[in-house]
């Protein structure tokens, strides 16, 4: 189990590699590209900023305690998309050239070949404004509050991983998407329309809005679960909602598995 | 042409056995009516791509795998290299069946595809390489003395450290090749290799190909380049319309239309109407130069020069085998 993990990782790492030549024949692009991601992504923290200072803000959320939750949904989206989302394209790209099938020619799983090739650094911008967001949030709130502190660390590093696995459900199942809807260009925008209720505490929605959110599309788990955890205010639906969000990344495995089964590619 | 059943002397190393493969395809008008409607609501048709073909291909071979457009080609050598599951049938490659078990069955494969690049367009070809030799599980040692053996034979020793872009499209294919064999496969399937290349990269190619042959590999080549079949494939399975039309070897194809000649007939008197039986004219040259196909069957050659002196006196004639790629012709349409 060891060899064969250790065997992944290291045909993983190489195809990263590869990528990341790749991306580097033309830097200033990927300059320009990790800036403007990071800047992009940092919109919605310097508008809570404006909306803090100026008096308003979300019910029973200090200022810094809802930066710390915006700057968990961008670190979680700083690992899965250079890692995850850039699956989407290249994946489109394959079918529509009909260029799919080389990579089932290969004696590996096609979901690691994929990930592997489609390494996207720029995207590491998203993960840099998040750490610095939560690195100027975190001195500023009291952390575990009344409970242990290291439990509430730990409890968020866990809620993390799962907030990072939710985001590669969604690469995965966009992924998925892409075998039928070749022309889908708007399956980014549907998602960051959706994802950007991460952004928010909790008591901002209604409860049926609320219900959506962890239930049917696991959204919360991207941010507001993690903080809340963090600062020591768990959420009273967290195992029901951390269950759905393994569900609902088990389920995106089979629907892959399924399109990667029909997938018939385009002619010879 | 009557099917003729390929035969097999050796074991054989692919057995294909009543392969189907049905697409639902959906059909829409060209008119903005019918655009419109099509978005609400398409018809379906089935089509049978591959219906029910057979063969088998013996260790070390190099079959040529012919047939027009739409033929069923592809579909075939999807379903062989498992990238596709078949409606029905059964196939066995190095014993076993391409579409289970894939990863296991695409280790001890190779495919080279003329149109599609496993190379990535901005690293240089020697990346790649190395990307296939963790892909592949390639022992180190094993692995550079492949490439070493590759690199040599293909000539191409300063190119692998250029950019992929910056390749010809003869280089680019020369790597396509070694991406291909590094992993030293049993069977490898070649789909049009020689498109778009020049004489000199197809000589170079061909010379592999037979090299490899050489040394064990079996290759099943699809192509159009009829050159490429000439000068590499001993058999031939021809496919039209999803079905085997021919199966044999190269003289066996020849042979059967070598029925037919070609007679480039230069005259004393200008031929008027030719009428006689097994004898077609194809083109007047000029007054006295025509251009004749003989069905010897029905007329013998000796018989059809004398009637032809007598007739028109013979400055000259020219017999040729009718050329393969009219032969190709007769079995397409």
């Excluded at chain 1, 990790?34 to 900023?49: E, G, K, R, S, W």
């Excluded at chain 1, 915006?70 to 079918?95: D, H, N, Y």
């Excluded at chain 2, 056995?17 to 060209?30: A, D, I, N, P």
């Excluded at chain 2, 012919?66 to 379903?79: D, E, Q, V």
């Amino acid at each position: 189990m060891i060899a064969r993990l250790r065997d992944g990782l290291a045909v993983y790492f190489c195809l990263l590699r590869g990528a990341l030549a790749a991306r580097m024949t033309d830097r200033a692009d990927l300059g320009i590209s990790m800036i403007i991601m990071l800047l992009a992504d940092l919109v919605v923290p310097l508008t809570t900023l404006l909306v803090y200072q100026h008096g308003a803000g979300f019910t029973g959320w200090q200022r810094d305690e809802a930066l710390l939750l915006q700057a968990t949904f961008l670190i979680a989206k700083g690992i899965a998309f250079p890692f995850c989302f850039g699956m989407i394209w290249t994946t489109t790209e394959l079918v529509r050239e009909g260029t799919f099938e080389l990579l089932l020619l290969k004696p590996r799983s096609t979901l690691l070949l994929l990930l592997g090739h489609s390494f996207q650094p720029e995207d590491t911008g998203k993960l840099l404004g998040g750490i610095a967001l939560f690195c100027l949030a975190l001195p500023n709130v009291t952390i575990g509050a009344d409970a242990d502190s290291s439990a509430a660390l730990l409890g968020f590093a866990a809620l993390l991983l799962l907030a990072v696995l939710t985001l590669f459900g969604f690469a995965l199942l966009m992924t998925c998407l892409s075998f039928v809807w070749i022309g889908n260009s708007r399956l980014q925008e549907i998602f960051d329309a959706v994802s950007a209720f991460a952004l928010y505490p909790h008591g901002i929605f209604t409860r049926s809005a609320l219900g959506w959110l962890t239930w049917v599309i696991p959204v919360s788990v991207l941010g507001y679960l993690p903080a809340s955890v963090l600062l020591g205010r768990p959420d009273p639906a967290l195992p029901l909602a951390v269950g759905g969000a393994l569900c609902f990344v088990l389920v995106v495995i089979g629907l892959w598995r399924m399109m990667l089964a029909r997938y018939a590619s385009a002619g010879g | 042409m009557d099917r003729q059943a390929g035969t097999v002397a050796v074991e054989p190393i692919i057995s294909v056995r009543t392969l189907r493969k049905t697409y639902t395809t959906f059909e829409r008008g060209s008119t903005f009516a019918e655009t419109l409607k099509s978005v609400f609501w398409r018809k379906t048709r089935e089509v049978d791509a591959v219906r029910g073909i057979s063969f088998a291909i013996g260790a070390g071979e190099i079959v040529g795998f012919l047939g027009p457009n739409g033929a069923g080609k592809s579909t075939t050598l999807k379903m062989l290299t498992g990238v596709l599951y078949p409606s029905d049938g059964e196939a066995t490659v190095l014993g076993m069946t391409p579409w289970h078990d894939r990863k296991r069955y695409v280790a001890h494969i190779g495919a080279v595809f003329g149109q599609k690049s496993q190379l990535m367009w901005d690293i240089p070809p020697l990346d790649a390489f190395h990307m296939n030799r963790a892909i592949y599980r390639l022992d180190p040692a094993r692995f550079e003395h492949t490439l070493q053996t590759l690199v040599t034979l293909l000539d191409v020793g300063d190119q692998v450290r250029k950019p992929t872009r910056q390749l010809s499209l003869g280089e680019r294919m020369k790597c396509e090749f070694i991406m291909a064999m590094l992993h030293e496969p049993k069977v490898v399937f070649l789909d049009e290799p020689t498109i778009g290349l020049d004489v000199f990269a197809k000589e170079r190619i061909r010379g592999f190909i037979r090299e490899m042959n050489a040394r064990g590999t079996t290759f099943i080549l699809t192509t159009h380049d009829l050159d490429d079949i000439e000068q590499l494939a001993r058999r031939v399975i021809v496919i039209n319309h999803g079905c085997v039309v021919f199966d044999g070897d190269m003289a066996a194809l020849q042979h059967g239309v070598g029925q037919t000649k070609r007679i480039r007939l230069a005259t004393a008197r200008p031929p008027g109407e030719i009428d006689l039986p097994g004898v077609t004219l194809l083109e007047r040259i000029g007054e006295t130069r025509v251009l004749l196909e003989l069905d010897v069957r029905r007329q013998p050659l000796p018989a059809f020069v004398r009637w032809a002196d007598d007739a028109f006196g013979i400055h000259d004639l020219v017999i040729e085998d009718v050329p393969i790629e009219d032969i190709i012709k007769t079995l397409y349409a």
